[in-house]
Antibody
Framework: EVQLLDSGGGFIQPGGSLRLSCAASGFTFSSYAMAWVRQAPGKTLEWVSTISAGGGTTYYADSVKGRFTISRDNSKNTLYLQMSSLRGEDTATYYC?????????????WGQGTLVTVSS | EIVMTQSPATLSVSPGERATLSCRASQSISSNLAWYQQRPGQAPRLLIYGASTRATGVPARFSGSGSGTEFSLTISSLQSEDFAVYYCQQYSNWPPYTFGQGTKLEIK
């Protein structure tokens, strides 16, 4: 059974940094691209970042480019999102998501989410 | 960036009845569209991809149709567990992947 366990969220002041983690199990983690998707309270879903299966290729939404860094450790089956220079508009539940197949298209499994609150 | 527009924002339907949700893309996305269901306090769940293919384990009462810019999700006979928020997502032209603003399906 595929499982994605998000962690690392919390309350942080504007300008601060936080690292999110996503522990994966139930599939060959190193064979799949992964992504982070966030959802502000009461809002729709917003794609944040994508990383290739090997970790060598990454993409970012314009809203986080230069502030967030996606990475992965395939030996630990873990995905990360390093967030810095956090702003109030980054407040959201962050979900890690597994791509459906070898093509980078849609997300077939999601973590339970971890809430990040940015406020002074 | 492709903008996805869902309608209506809220749909009130009685259990056992049929519900049809709409999603429109700002430009053609062929059949590169997915539908997700999100129940309160839960993560999204993949329902439909390729505009019309049901994901593993999704009941047959869920069906998707459309191509180009106009898409729909139909639930043939609503069960209590179907009342949730539904999102469409395009994966034709990225980055960024974009989602619709959601349709809340509520009990009438």
């Amino acid at each position: 059974e595929v499982q994605l366990l998000d962690s690392g969220g919390g309350f942080i002041q504007p300008g601060g940094s936080l690292r999110l983690s996503c522990a994966a199990s139930g599939f060959t983690f190193s064979s799949y691209a992964m992504a982070w998707v966030r959802q502000a309270p009461g809002k729709t879903l917003e794609w944040v970042s994508t990383i290739s299966a090997g970790g060598g290729t990454t993409y970012y939404a314009d809203s986080v480019k230069g502030r967030f860094t996606i990475s992965r450790d395939n030996s630990k089956n873990t995905l990360y999102l390093q967030m810095s220079s956090l702003r109030g508009e980054d407040t959201a539940t962050y979900y890690c998501a597994k791509y459906h197949g070898n093509t980078w298209d849609l997300f077939d499994y999601w973590g339970q989410g971890t809430l990040v609150t940015v406020s002074s | 960036e492709i903008v996805m527009t869902q309608s209506p924002a809220t749909l009130s339907v009685s259990p056992g009845e049929r519900a049809t949700l709409s999603c429109r893309a700002s430009q053609s996305i062929s059949s590169n569209l997915a539908w997700y269901q999100q129940r309160p306090g839960q993560a999204p769940r993949l329902l439909i991809y390729g505009a019309s293919t049901r994901a593993t384990g999704v009941p047959a009462r869920f069906s998707g149709s459309g191509s180009g810019t106009e898409f729909s999700l139909t639930i043939s006979s609503l069960q209590s567990e179907d009342f949730a928020v539904y999102y469409c997502q395009q994966y034709s032209n990225w980055p960024p992947y974009t989602f619709g603003q959601g349709t809340k399906l509520e009990i009438k």
